[in-house]
């Protein structure tokens, strides 16, 4: 469902936005502490929504972050859906990799359940890759209420120059909505070694070839 809802966001878009540093979480308020404020609501689905932790959802002694905050998302209706995007700027064409973390999960033994999915961008708005985490099921969370972490890594593909965060949340059984998400994070390192990291290694495998050298000479 939330392939098709991101194609038809792109046709939307509008330039604007500005790249954070690396090293920073890059999704806005992905921790729900401020409503829904940076998402977007996809055409055609229900709004995601932002709870407090509590008896009707996720209570503050169930499974979850530590530094979970007062705020979570869930959704409303049978599908939600909702998204943000990053212009890269001047991060685009460097060699980068990411690493996506967050806390989803749902209301015991129901099938509700979030998903967040990343796509990369090329210039033209076309993706050229995505990255996922989800959705978390009953099993994996021992048919219990909570969230779990999920967490996903890689190098971003050559070419991106923007981000689009989708979160969706799909109803599968009871009245409410039960997918869960809270501590979003979309981070961004440099997937070159930096000198200090290469001038060790070099010094390291000279030094194995010195060894090496009077291992022979020994023998």
Same mark, same amino acid.
């Given at each position: ?10 046709l939307s878009f509008t330039l604007g ?7 920073s979480n890059l999704i806005v308020n992905? !921790? ?10 996809? /055409? ?10 509590? /008896? ?10 530590? #530094? =979970? ?9 049978? =599908? ?5 995007? +990053?212009?890269?700027? $001047? ?7 990411? /690493?996506?973390?967050?806390? %989803? ?6 099938? !509700?359940? $979030? ?5 990369? %961008? !090329? ?5 050229? &890759? ?16 909570? +969230? ?6 890689? %190098? ?6 923007? +981000? ?6 799909? =109803? *599968?059984? &009871?009245? #409410?909505?039960?997918?869960?998400? #809270?501590? %979003? ?15 060790? *290694? *070099?010094?390291?495998?000279?030094? *194995?070839? +010195?060894?090496?050298?009077? =291992?022979?000479?020994?023998?």
């Amino acid at each position: 469902m939330i392939k098709q809802a991101c194609a038809l966001a792109l046709l939307s878009f509008t330039l604007g936005a500005q790249a954070q540093s690396l090293g920073s979480n890059l999704i806005v308020n992905g !921790d729900a502490e401020a409503g829904i404020s940076g998402w977007t609501v996809f /055409d055609g689905y229900s709004p995601i929504q932002s709870v407090a932790y509590g /008896d009707n959802w996720v209570k503050p002694t169930q499974p979850g972050p530590v #530094d =979970r905050g007062l705020g979570m998302f869930t959704g409303t209706g049978a =599908r939600a859906a909702a998204y943000q995007w +990053l212009d890269l700027g $001047a991060l685009a064409g460097q060699s980068l990799s990411y /690493d996506l973390s967050g806390w %989803l999960g749902g209301w015991l033994a129901q099938e !509700d359940n $979030a998903l967040l999915y990343v796509s990369f %961008l !090329d210039a033209s708005s076309s993706e050229i &890759g995505h990255a996922a985490i989800g959705p978390v099921g009953p099993a994996d969370r021992g048919n219990q209420t909570g +969230l779990v972490l999920r967490q996903a890594s890689g %190098l971003l593909p050559t070419g991106t120059t923007s +981000l689009m965060f989708s979160l969706s949340m799909e =109803r *599968l059984g &009871g009245g #409410d909505n039960d997918g869960y998400a #809270d501590n %979003l994070s979309f981070k961004l390192t440099s997937a070159v070694p930096e000198a200090s990291s290469v001038a060790s *290694l *070099l010094a390291g495998l000279a030094a *194995l070839g +010195l060894v090496a050298g009077l =291992r022979r000479r020994q023998g």
